[in-house]
């Protein structure tokens, strides 16, 4: 993906998986991987997740035309076992910022929906009152570029430990932590950085994070949105994605 795509220099779109190890085939079995044309009509792509049997989320900066949905794959190269499934209806955040990128969420209304299996699940979302906190390490996965600079077929997956929100807030003004997160350990060569924005944070077993953006240098740490500060607006808009 094309890291800066017209916005400031130091904001990045986020979502490499660096250094990080290839994940046991369908252990993950909520990723979805989403192919868009932006605005150039160059072909991106982004991680996201299925939240139920035909809403994933994912970041809002991932929006774009011909959104199209694979679901239950581990080799994106190979369709075996797959779902290719067609966005109906993108809702970013209405307050989404395309240059600070604050209020980095999205939720893909898919054409139908997908048949639950073995390879592939929804998976549970934070409650409002969740707080993840720094010191705390979970995962996150997608098919991104890799240490070597090559765009990943498999699905890779790293640990990262949450940090201190002021690290980030003395990289970036637009930080939040009441929004977003802060993650990954500066002291690690271990990060995300385009293909696997949207992708989610997991924290046994629940969605905590969306990968969003890294910021002014490679190293970590990067701002992942913080999904339980945006239950109220989840549910709300899934009930109005519900709507024929």
Same mark, same amino acid.
């Given at each position: 993906?094309?890291? *800066?795509? %017209?916005?400031?220099?130091? +904001? =990045?779109? =986020? ?23 932006? =605005? ?30 694979? +679901? ?22 209405? *307050? ?23 390879? $592939? ?10 707080? $993840? ?8 996965? %997608?098919? %991104?570029? +890799? ?14 430990? $949450? ?21 990954? *350990?500066? *002291? ?5 950085? %385009? ?50």
């Amino acid at each position: 993906m094309n890291q *800066n795509r %017209g916005k400031a220099a130091r +904001l =990045s779109f =986020s979502g490499e998986i660096l250094w990080g190890t290839e994940s046991k085939p369908h252990s993950r079995p909520y990723m979805a991987f989403i192919n868009f044309y932006d =605005s150039n009509s160059d072909l991106n792509r982004c991680g996201g997740f299925l939240v139920a049997k035909d809403i994933v989320m994912t970041a809002a900066h991932c929006n774009g035309r011909n959104i199209k949905v694979i +679901l239950g794959a581990h080799n994106i190269k190979k369709r075996e076992n797959t779902q290719v499934i067609s966005v109906l209806k993108a809702k970013p955040h209405e *307050n989404f910022n395309s240059d600070s990128l604050v209020n980095d969420i999205m939720l893909l209304k898919l054409e139908r929906k997908a048949q639950l299996n073995g390879v $592939v699940k929804t998976i549970a979302l934070p409650r409002s009152q969740d707080w $993840v906190k720094p010191g705390q390490v979970c995962t996150v996965a %997608g098919w %991104g570029t +890799l240490a070597n600079c090559t765009l990943s077929n498999t699905l890779q997956e790293v640990n990262l430990e $949450v940090q201190k929100g002021q690290k980030c807030q003395g990289m970036s003004r637009n930080y939040n932590d009441s929004i977003q997160l802060c993650v990954g *350990n500066p *002291n690690e060569r271990k990060a995300t950085a %385009g293909g696997d924005s949207g992708g989610p944070f997991v924290c046994n077993g629940v969605a905590q994070g969306i990968v969003s953006y890294r910021l002014c240098t490679w190293t970590p740490p990067r701002v992942f949105t913080r999904i339980s500060s945006f239950i109220p607006w989840i549910q709300k808009t899934m009930k109005l994605l519900q709507q024929p």
